[in-house]
């Protein structure tokens, strides 16, 4: 885990499942693919998805600078 990072956390029963990061809902906004980060931070967003872990790392260190 990359430092200051606070994980999502899934809580809850079978069929009411809750997402949470540090202690309150978290709700996904998101989008697939890394190359467009900024304009996902734009429009709203928290979350994206990837196909591969190839360049995973780096990945999450855009994220993390954006605040994903």
Same mark, same amino acid.
């Not at 989008?31 to 196909?51: E, K, Q």
């Given at each position: 885990?990359? $430092?200051?990072?606070?994980?999502?956390?899934? /809580?809850? /029963?079978?069929?009411?499942?809750?997402? #949470?990061?540090?202690? /309150?809902?978290?709700?996904?906004?998101?989008?697939?693919?890394? #190359?467009?980060?900024?304009?996902?931070v734009v $429009?709203?967003?928290?979350?994206?998805? /990837?196909?591969?872990?190839?360049?995973?790392?780096? $990945?999450?260190?855009? $994220?993390?600078?954006?605040s994903l």
């Amino acid at each position: 885990m990359i $430092a200051g990072i606070l994980p999502v956390r899934i /809580t809850g /029963t079978e069929g009411h499942w809750q997402l #949470s990061r540090h202690g /309150t809902p978290y709700f996904i906004k998101g989008a697939a693919g890394s #190359s467009r980060l900024d304009g996902l931070v734009v $429009a709203g967003g928290n979350s994206f998805r /990837t196909w591969g872990a190839e360049q995973l790392e780096q $990945a999450l260190k855009d $994220a993390h600078a954006r605040s994903l």
